[in-house]
């Protein structure tokens, strides 16, 4: 037998665990992958493709301190390699390092200048830091490279929006329709240009329910332009929004949409409209509980007597692509019954409803998910609460569309709409925000609520024992 005989046998054993790893990976068979890559690191401890595919399928599990480990490892046998300093700015994106990834990237595109995933990522970092300047010009870098990038052009338009710079980032974001998760634009031919028209105007939703309810208060200045409006909402938003100021006519999507002259998307309204951070139409109510279902929640609420009624919600859509860094662990509603004499109310549906029972004193909030059954139902208990503490969703919206004071505790990376370094918002004149002071905080910004919270219950009680 030759000297390099047992070499050889560990490279072909390594060869055969890591490429059955690789297909299971593949095959979405994780548990499979990881032994594989774990057992090929045995046979070659100093495999650079085995630490970073073990990275990538750990990080496919959302095991994301496990993935940073290996690709650290993986850096430590070769500083400079490019993929594995893009790997780990993606997983510090993900652990809110928000810094630190863009200084892994900006490392990683010293290397490689033309390498459009890691301008890209590394402008999405810069922008998650609030660096928004860096972040277009790194957006605008991408796009130069690659013109056919409409990812790097919607990621840009967003940041022109954070910043507030609205006649900008609304031009740049109707390139929306060139993504590939985007569905086709409809109506083409009949694309409205915000010109006045004679006939009806068609509005079509798109994107979630909190954006349609900000986006319907349009509808009135739509209407001031033709003889009719159109439009076209969610199901579960239908019978809410029957009411609101300037719609003529609601259908639900899918259904078959009367005659039309023009249509627009909801989110192309701004553009449309020219409006400007200074011109946002900030009256509220404009979106109202009807007197029936109103009668109804204050019928089931009598029981609380004079408690100070606060609403809360803790996770928005899970299909939303951020929605882990907007949805909050409901152990911080805790820091809530720092306030006397207050009775919590979920507002909160879908499966986070369940997380309720692991506080192991979820009997101190009242579950009202099976009272919800629709937004007619959240608005009509809405209109019978003192205030809504909420996360970033639809209830935030819904609350601050009907007037209610609505505290939203918003993350350091926050969504467009709510711009940076503000405690107001022009879009809800009701809505306060309550922001990360830095990445993941949110047991900073719940002691904040709680205190203020015991404020506003003492004042509020203050104010109607004054009132008799």
């Avoid at 047992?6 to 059955?20: G, H, I, L, Q, Y």
């Avoid at 893009?86 to 994106?93: F, T």
């Avoid at 369940?354 to 937004?375: A, H, P, T």
Wanted: hydrophobic share 40%; net charge neutral; glycine share 6%.
């Amino acid at each position: 037998m030759s000297a390099d005989t047992p070499n050889t046998s560990r490279r072909e054993k390594f060869k055969a665990v890591f490429e059955a790893a690789v297909e299971a990976s593949k095959a979405g068979n994780y548990t499979e992958a990881l032994e594989g890559f774990s057992k090929a690191l045995v046979f070659s401890p100093r495999s650079l493709p085995a630490m970073r595919y073990l990275g990538d399928t750990l990080f496919k599990q959302e095991r994301y301190e496990e993935a940073l480990a290996c690709f650290r490892r993986a850096l430590d046998e070769k500083p400079d390699h490019v993929v594995s300093l893009l790997n780990l700015g993606l997983v510090l994106r993900k652990l809110w390092r928000f810094e630190e990834a863009a200084a892994a990237l900006e490392h990683a595109h010293a290397l490689a200048p033309r390498d459009t995933r890691v301008l890209f990522h590394w402008a999405l970092s810069l922008k998650d830091a609030g660096r928004l300047s860096e972040a277009e010009q790194r957006f605008r870098q991408t796009v130069e490279i690659k013109p056919d990038h409409y990812d790097a052009e919607v990621a840009r338009a967003m940041c022109l929006l954070l910043d507030g710079r609205y006649k900008e980032g609304w031009d740049a974001y109707e390139i929306r329709w060139k993504l590939k998760v985007t569905p086709e634009p409809r109506y083409q031919d009949r694309q409205w240009d915000g010109k006045p028209v004679k006939g009806p105007i068609f509005l079509s939703s798109e994107q979630g329910f909190g954006d349609t309810i900000m986006f319907c208060r349009f509808a009135r200045f739509v209407r001031e332009r033709c003889d009719r409006v159109i439009l076209e909402s969610q199901k579960q938003l239908r019978n809410l929004l029957t009411d609101v100021e300037g719609i003529d006519d609601i259908v639900v999507q899918k259904e078959t949409v009367p005659p039309f002259a023009r249509h627009a998307y909801l989110l192309s309204l701004p553009r449309l409209l020219d409006l400007t951070p200074e011109t946002i139409p900030a009256p509220v109510p404009y979106i109202h509980a009807t007197p029936e279902r109103r009668a109804w929640a204050a019928n089931m609420m009598k029981v609380l007597g004079p408690l100070v009624r606060v609403g809360i919600t803790w996770a928005g859509n899970p299909k939303y692509g951020r929605d882990r860094e907007r949805s909050i662990e409901p152990r911080h509603i805790l820091e809530l019954l720092e306030a006397r004499g207050i009775a919590l109310l979920s507002l909160q549906k879908g499966a986070p409803v369940e997380q309720l029972g692991e506080l192991g004193c979820q009997s101190l909030i009242s579950n009202l998910d099976r009272q919800i059954n629709d937004f007619t139902d959240t608005a009509a208990i809405v209109s019978q609460l003192d205030i809504v503490v909420t996360c970033d969703s639809a209830v935030a919206h819904l609350a601050g569309a009907m007037g209610k004071p609505v505290w939203v505790a918003v993350p350091y990376a926050p969504d467009w709409r709510w711009f940076l370094g503000r405690e107001d918002t022009p879009w809800y004149p009701t809505m306060r925000l309550f922001r990360q002071s830095h990445p993941g905080d949110w047991d900073g910004v719940f002691r904040r609520i709680g205190k203020d919270l015991a404020v506003f219950a003492d004042n509020l009680r203050t104010q109607r024992a004054a009132a008799g």
